[in-house]
Structures are given as structure tokens and as C-alpha cells.
């Protein structure tokens, strides 16, 4: 039996066939998220978590993924579920927020406008993998008094981290881990200053 389509059952099927060819993967949204770390005891204070700074390469929907040494590659379909500054600095006051129990952590670009006895700042230098996969995180943090602004430690961190696996999931908990490194660091300063 031979099966005959006429020229113009052909133009009706062409559309469905061409859609079904050029469907795209689906776009999923990641996020870095809280990872606990070891309680520090300080005295009672506020302390406010300025705004993250994140240079311009990195504030795009886009995650970074490894590529050559002069390349930045982002994925078409892994994107950011928002902007990374607002949501490295919210991560941030959720991860000091549970190892200061003593002091009163927020947001300086929140809704709640809580005075701040202590200010910190982080400047993020780089933050995604190198050509092998690696997650390398340098940032420049400060603590400043915020009565006089008067800065009261600074410190530049490096670390990095290999994800346990090369799909997303995994390099986002790398980089959940390495943020999580920094505020232990930023708490252990606190410790050091609050002692002083």
C-alpha cells in the first residue's frame, strides 16, 4: 500500500513539524543559598550588611560556566532567580544572622531600617569557575564603625572549590559553601573586634 499527501496536506503539517523540531530545553533558576556554620559569641550589637558589590561581568541573569582563560560563558538556560549582588547580600545577613545569635543582623537595602551600631561591606572581585571547573571566590571585605564610619578591620579572601559535580546543582552548592567561608570569616572578625 503506498500512502499519497497532497502538496497541500504537506503545507498543513509543515508548522507542527517545524515546532517540534526547535523546541528549546527548558530555562531553570538557581539560587546560593544559607549553609550554618560555627556559632561566635559577641557582645549585643546591630549590624548592618551593606549592599554587595559585584563587578559588571557578573551582573547578568546568565550563570558563569568554565571557559578559556580570555572567555566569560554564560548559560542560555541556567539563570539567576535574581539579580546576584541582592541575592549575595540577603544570603549573607541569613548566614551571620545564624552564627551572631548576640548581635541583630539586617539588611542595609531592606525594608526594615534598623540603626546599625557596626557596618560590613564586601566588594566581590570574581566569583565563578576558571577553565577547569573550579569556583574561585576573592572578595574585599570591611568592618566599619557605623557611628564615625571609621573602618575597623579589612581583610582580601580567596577560596575556592571543586563542585561536586559538573551539572548546576552541585556548582551551586559550592558557591553556597564558599559564601557561607566568607561570613565565617566576617564573624570571626566581628568576634576579634567585639573582644577588642
Do not use: H
Not at 558563569?64 to 582563560?69: K, L, V
Not at 579589612?154 to 567561608?181: C, E, F, H, I
Amino acid at each position: 500500500m503506498t500512502l499519497r499527501i497532497s502538496r497541500r496536506g504537506m503545507l498543513r503539517m509543515a508548522p507542527g513539524l517545524a515546532l517540534a523540531g526547535c523546541s528549546s530545553p527548558p530555562t531553570n533558576y538557581y539560587r546560593i543559598i544559607p549553609v550554618a556554620g560555627a556559632v561566635v559569641q559577641t557582645a549585643p550589637a546591630t549590624l548592618g550588611v551593606r549592599q554587595i558589590g559585584v563587578p559588571g561581568y557578573l551582573q547578568q541573569n546568565g550563570i558563569a560556566e568554565p571557559s578559556a582563560a580570555y572567555q566569560f560563558a554564560t548559560s542560555g538556560n541556567s539563570l539567576w532567580a535574581e539579580p546576584l549582588a541582592e541575592m549575595l547580600q540577603s544570603v549573607l545577613v541569613q548566614d551571620l544572622t545564624q552564627r551572631l545569635p548576640q548581635m541583630t543582623v539586617s539588611s542595609s537595602s531592606g525594608m526594615v531600617g534598623t540603626p546599625a551600631d557596626l557596618l560590613v561591606e564586601i566588594n566581590v572581585l570574581r566569583f565563578d569557575p576558571d577553565a577547569s571547573g573550579r569556583i574561585v571566590l576573592m572578595a574585599q571585605t570591611a568592618l566599619k564603625n557605623a557611628t564615625d564610619n571609621r573602618f575597623l578591620a579589612t581583610r582580601t579572601l580567596q577560596s575556592s572549590a571543586v563542585p561536586a559535580g559538573t551539572d548546576m546543582p552541585s556548582m551551586m552548592a559550592a558557591m553556597s559553601s564558599l559564601w557561607a567561608g566568607l561570613a565565617d570569616a566576617v564573624a570571626a572578625e566581628l568576634a576579634r573586634n567585639s573582644a577588642g
